[in-house]
């Protein structure tokens, strides 16, 4: 059984500052109130005595795993295609406008592309086969948890968008 958590409240303050900026707005850590949602989501039952955490790339996906960890006394292991919805598949850099255009097209569609006809962004099905593969690697473990995305998380499951800290049950 996997158990999805996705990564409490994040901090953009510093976002298009510092090193922040581009795809750096992906190293952004959680805020207070997300440290909070993970200590709590900690103290879950389905949580307790899994094998391993595997974790999205991101920073606030890796300090989620983090607190898990040390709350759960569980290894982490960082799994690359685990990272969130890609405004670009082709991995090339979207600047914000635009990124934030795919969005709301993907959202508008729920996840599938307008007419059949394919688009730069990942659409639901392209993110559920990336995650899939990488999930396939650990089925033969009891129970995992994955500290990973909201957008990942709803397309892979195929439910709500889950709120930060939502733990979502899932089984290949």
């Not at 709350?71 to 990124?99: F, M, Q, R, S």
Request: with cysteine; charged share 30%.
């Amino acid at each position: 059984m996997f158990y999805l958590v996705r990564h409490g409240e994040t901090d953009y303050s510093e976002r298009n500052t510092k090193i922040y900026q581009g795809m750096g707005v992906n190293l952004s850590p959680l805020s207070e109130a997300g440290v909070q949602q993970i200590k709590e989501t900690a103290k879950d039952l389905r949580l307790k005595d899994a094998d391993i955490i595997l974790s999205s790339p991101y920073t606030r996906a890796l300090q989620t795993a983090a607190i898990l960890s040390k709350e759960l006394g569980i290894e982490i292991i960082v799994e690359t295609d685990l990272h969130e919805w890609l405004a670009n598949k082709n991995y090339i850099y979207e600047e914000d406008e635009a990124a934030e255009k795919n969005y709301r097209e993907y959202q508008d569609n729920q996840g599938r592309y307008p007419d059949e006809r394919e688009r730069d962004w990942e659409d639901a099905q392209i993110i559920k086969e990336r995650v899939s593969a990488v999930l396939k690697k650990y089925k033969h473990y009891e129970k995992v948890i994955v500290a990973c995305h909201g957008t990942l998380m709803q397309a892979v499951t195929e439910k709500h968008h889950p709120r930060n800290g939502e733990i979502v049950e899932f089984e290949l």
